[in-house]
């Protein structure tokens, strides 16, 4: 049984948007998941209509097993939402806000102040439980939202960019903490514009683009599609002149900066062979951009050309 | 479903419920106390003793029993309108959409927030009202229920009104346009014997004047319309709104896109 089943989804907003275009997808159980796709692609669309916040046109969704129509308490109650944007009372204190979460969830007082404390603690909040969550900065709000989707400890975990406007080191510990959740066997599902993020986490991505899914596979066979990649090679000495690099697409961007662009068939041996043939030393070599970011762009620009 | 997990969430929503109105006090307890203070002192000790009588009561007495009905209305009604438009939106609503609780109990939690503050008003302007008068307690069965079901049917008004809000005007358009007329016109002050025949027959479309009506019963035992009557416009108005607000949140109208 998966954590996710989605079936055929489509939603047309009132005013007329179409959001969802039919989009099939499957979370297995343990699963950490990336939906990833450019602003407007029907991302928080989708989680919206899974945890019951946004009215689906038409299309199936289950919940370990639970459809999100006929089961919809059981099915709500395998889901922890943590939303794009702030959506908790700026008058409450950040241990209230938690409590009354548990609270909807029918969990007991006692048994919530445990959690609460665990989580808040592990998300670096607790010390500032009695504040009011209007005097919290941007990024210990988005993990005040984290602890009080865990308050009823769901089977499963959506975020919805959790770390926009989070800085790095607090990326990373955020990371940690969701790695750890994953370990201990939550299913975790994500949306991020950080593709270094969904690199270094996900096992398993999708790519949502104008209300479809363009690509659903892992994230290992995604990056093998990688067919080429571009890399600049930085320069000791600065040089006027590029020498002939055996037809590899190359560019001098400035005297200590070459571009070049190496099919996956390629050799890179050969650029290091040329160029101490010709007295250039590189002293560092880097990706354009991050592996993932020429493929997620490659597709997007596919599906325009479909269109 | 089994019913402590119904009654977890309800109870927690009505303890933020009540602690919300209870934590800005001044802005949800002490206005009614000062205006109804006012209406006692102009129509009650100052015009009132000009009036003389009115159905055999005092001026004072007579109209002691609609200003707290009034005070629980509007109270009733406000809490309940501003809270749920409150949570939309700064869109803390979505934590309860989220959850699994049914939305009954949803509907519930929010009315019973109305009905205590109603209760904790009306109870507030009984208070003010000792320093005038003495008041007179026919029924305390009538009186509780009949203050019971008004505050439940303007809650639920409320919510109707704050389900359809978009913006913050939409939620002081009614209570101006449509609620202080009917509270007005729903015989507070006077009795409607003294109206002419067409406009007695207007009156009996306002809800109102069933709620202020039955209350004076309770109160005084007396009442422009038959007690009975009144009780069955009260369940009708009950049901009725029940019906719709239950119906509107299942639909999800403003709150779910
Ligand atoms: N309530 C709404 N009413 C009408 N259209 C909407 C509504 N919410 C979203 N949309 C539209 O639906 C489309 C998908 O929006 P959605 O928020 O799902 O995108 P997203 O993938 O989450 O984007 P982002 O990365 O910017 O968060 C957009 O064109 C958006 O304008
Ligand atoms: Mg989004």
Request: proline residues 4%.
């Amino acid at each position: 049984m998966p954590a996710l089943e989605i079936n055929n989804l489509k939603k047309i907003y009132p005013n007329k948007l179409e959001a969802l275009k039919g989009i099939d997808l499957n979370v297995n159980q343990g699963d950490f998941f990336a939906l990833l796709g450019p602003n407007g692609a029907g991302k928080s669309t989708t989680i919206g209509i899974i945890c019951g916040l946004v009215n689906k046109t038409s299309g199936a969704i289950k919940v370990f097993g639970h459809d999100i129509d006929s089961e919809n308490s059981a099915a709500k109650s395998c889901i922890g939402i943590v939303p794009q944007e702030i959506n908790f009372s700026q008058f409450e204190t950040c241990l209230g806000i938690v409590l009354n979460q548990g609270g909807y969830y029918g969990i007991k007082r006692r048994v919530a102040m445990k959690r609460a404390e665990k989580y808040l603690g592990k998300l670096g909040l607790w010390e500032r439980r009695n504040e009011y969550s209007r005097n919290l900065s941007g990024g210990m709000k988005r993990r005040l939202m984290i602890a009080r989707a865990l308050i009823h400890e769901p089977k499963m975990l959506i975020l919805d960019e959790p770390t926009a406007g989070v800085d790095v080191e607090l990326r990373r510990s955020m990371w940690d903490f969701l790695i750890d959740l994953n370990q201990q066997g939550t299913t975790i599902v994500l949306t991020t514009h950080y593709l270094e993020e969904a690199e270094s986490l996900c096992k398993n991505i999708a790519i949502i683009d104008q209300g479809k899914i363009v690509e659903d596979t892992s994230m290992k066979q995604l990056l093998s599609k990688l067919d080429k990649e571009t890399f600049f090679f930085d320069l000791v000495e600065p040089i006027t002149m590029l020498p002939d690099l055996n037809g590899l697409s190359s560019k001098l961007i400035d005297p200590t900066t070459v571009e070049i662009e190496i099919l996956r068939k390629d050799n890179i041996n050969q650029v290091f062979d040329i160029f101490s043939s010709n007295n250039i030393n590189v002293c560092s070599m880097r990706n354009k951009s991050s592996r993932l970011e020429e493929l997620f762009l490659d597709l997007l620009d596919n599906n325009n050309r479909t269109d | 479903m089994p019913l402590q997990s119904l009654f977890i969430p309800f109870s927690t929503i009505v303890i933020k419920e009540v602690s919300r109105f209870m934590r800005i006090w001044v802005q949800t307890i002490v206005p009614p106390a000062i205006s109804m203070t006012l209406y006692f002192v102009i129509f009650g000790s100052l015009i009132g003793p000009r009036i003389g009588t009115m159905n055999g009561f005092d001026y004072i007495d007579y109209i002691a029993p609609g200003i707290i009905m009034m005070s629980i209305i509007n109270n009733a009604y406000a809490n309940v309108v501003s809270s749920f438009y409150g949570a939309k939106f700064q869109r803390h609503i979505e934590e309860i959409l989220v959850a699994p609780i049914p939305n009954f109990i949803i509907l519930a939690g929010y009315v019973t927030g109305g009905v205590v503050r109603g209760f904790l008003v009306g109870m507030v302007v009984t208070i003010v009202a000792l320093f005038f008068t003495d008041l007179h307690l026919h029924s305390f069965t009538i009186t509780i229920a009949v203050v019971l079901m008004t505050s439940i049917v303007f809650s639920l008004a409320g919510m109707i009104n704050a389900i359809f809000a978009n913006k913050f005007d939409d939620i002081s358009i009614i209570p101006t346009f449509v609620l202080t007329p009917l509270i007005y016109l729903g015989g507070v002050f006077y009795s409607i014997d003294l109206l002419p025949e067409f406009w007695q027959k207007v009156s009996a479309f306002n809800p109102i004047l069933y709620m202020v009506n039955a209350f004076r019963y309770g109160m005084l035992g007396e009442s422009d319309i038959s007690i009975t009557h009144a009780f069955i416009m009260l369940i009708i108005f009950t049901i009725t709104l029940l019906i719709v607000s239950l119906q509107l949140l299942n639909r999800g109208v403003g709150i779910k896109s």
